[in-house]
T-cell receptor, first 115, second 116 residues
Framework: SQTIHQWPATLVQPVGSPLSLECTVE??????LYWYRQAAGRGLQLLFY??????ISSEVPQNLSASRPQDRQFILSSKKLLLSDSGFYLC??????????????FGEGSRLTVL | AQSVTQPDIHITVSEGASLELRCNYS??????LFWYVQSPGQGLQLLLK??????LVQGIKGFEAEFKRSQSSFNLRKPSVHWSDAAEYFC??????????????FGTGTRLTIIP
């Protein structure tokens, strides 16, 4: 069966420090991968998605970047965190085109607090 | 542009009572509609989805939802809630999942509290 892992689960970082959140999917090949941010009362905002290694699409301009160095690995990064980067970050995956039913499978999330 | 409105930010119901969570969407074509549930500090789990066919769809945990095209609604219902249903519920609308680039638009969520 397929599983998705995110880490770290919680992170407290000072303003201006770097960030790296990692997400890996197991049990599938060539998944589509997504990073969402969840802010209180604002639902889920899609930040990045990827349909293959090295292919990243950004949905909103921001202080963050994403990379996909391996087929089932998706990394969210920042060189210098801002206070506004605080939030709950969720990684998700779907099967590739042709197998995709539209359902997103989410990781357990990473809570980032920037102080 | 597609959008989803969940007009109720917070709902409180008694255990054993019925539940209806509202969802209205805006979409230019036939929508793909979803309801997800999120327990505190956790990721989201799919409850049910509607793509086509019967407008009343059954999901996990005893939930159902009805697609009403004339009202642009996809309300979630459960006849009798359990304390374990306390969570946040998100409605989402999206395009058909072609080419793997489907992007869902989520509502802002409805927090459900269950009282004994």
């Amino acid at each position: 069966s397929q599983t998705i892992h995110q880490w770290p689960a919680t992170l407290v970082q000072p303003v201006g420090s770097p960030l790296s959140l990692e997400c890996t999917v197991e049990g599938t090949s060539n998944p589509n991968l997504y990073w969402y941010r969840q802010a209180a009362g604002r639902g889920l905002q899609l930040l990045f998605y990827s349909v293959g290694i090295g292919q990243i699409s950004s949905e909103v301009p921001q202080n963050l970047s994403a990379s996909r160095p391996q087929d089932r690995q998706f990394i969210l990064s920042s060189k210098k965190l801002l206070l506004s980067d605080s939030g709950f970050y969720l990684c998700a995956w779907t099967p590739p085109a042709g197998l995709n039913t539209g359902e997103l499978f989410f990781g357990e999330g990473s809570r980032l607090t920037v102080l | 542009a597609q959008s989803v409105t969940q007009p109720d930010i917070h709902i409180t119901v008694s255990e054993g009572a019925s539940l209806e969570l509202r969802c209205n969407y805006s979409y230019g074509a036939t929508p793909y509609l979803f309801w997800y549930v999120q327990s505190p500090g956790q990721g989201l789990q799919l409850l049910l989805k509607y793509f086509s066919g019967d407008t009343l769809v059954q999901g996990i945990k005893g939930f159902e939802a009805e697609f009403k095209r004339s009202q642009s609604s996809f309300n979630l219902r459960k006849p009798s809630v359990h304390w374990s249903d306390a969570a946040e519920y998100f409605c989402a609308v999206g395009a058909p999942p072609n080419f793997g680039n489907e992007k869902l638009t989520f509502g802002t969520g409805t927090r459900l509290t269950i009282i004994p």
